[in-house]
């Protein structure tokens, strides 16, 4: 039904910077909140940053603040997530979905890996 595709993962040293892409297709609502989601290696998802759709109020993690800024571009469907001062704690798998998320599918996600 939501067709959701994630890219922009990659390897980089800590200190570094990627961008992460969410392409969004199939049928969606107009005012619906989109958020990035990591997973790490033996825990649970987490929610790293989410967006309003109609008036862009955007919410962080306290462990990304300040160093990762969620975009999104309404009229390419797509969400972006800019991630810089990279720590190793930051590798996972990052995830885009709507919320909430509950009774949703998800993508495969991309892979961050920072090295130290």
């Known amino acids: 039904q939501v067709q959701l595709v994630e890219s922009g993962g990659g390897l980089v040293q800590a200190g570094g910077s990627l961008r992460l892409s969410c392409a969004v297709s199939g049928r969606t609502f107009g005012m619906e909140t989109m958020g990035w989601f990591r997973q790490a290696p033996g825990k649970e998802r987490e929610i790293v940053a989410s967006?309003?759709?109609?008036?862009?109020?955007?919410y962080y993690a306290d462990s990304v603040k300040g160093r990762f800024t969620i975009s999104r571009d309404n009229a390419k469907n797509t969400v972006y997530l800019q991630m810089n001062s990279l720590k190793p704690e930051d590798t996972a798998v990052y995830y885009c979905?709507?919320?909430?998320?509950?009774?949703?599918?998800w993508g495969q996600g991309t892979q961050v890996t920072v090295s130290s």
């Open positions: 979905n709507q919320l909430p998320t509950s009774g949703r599918s």
């Open positions: 967006i309003s759709r109609s008036v862009g109020v955007t």
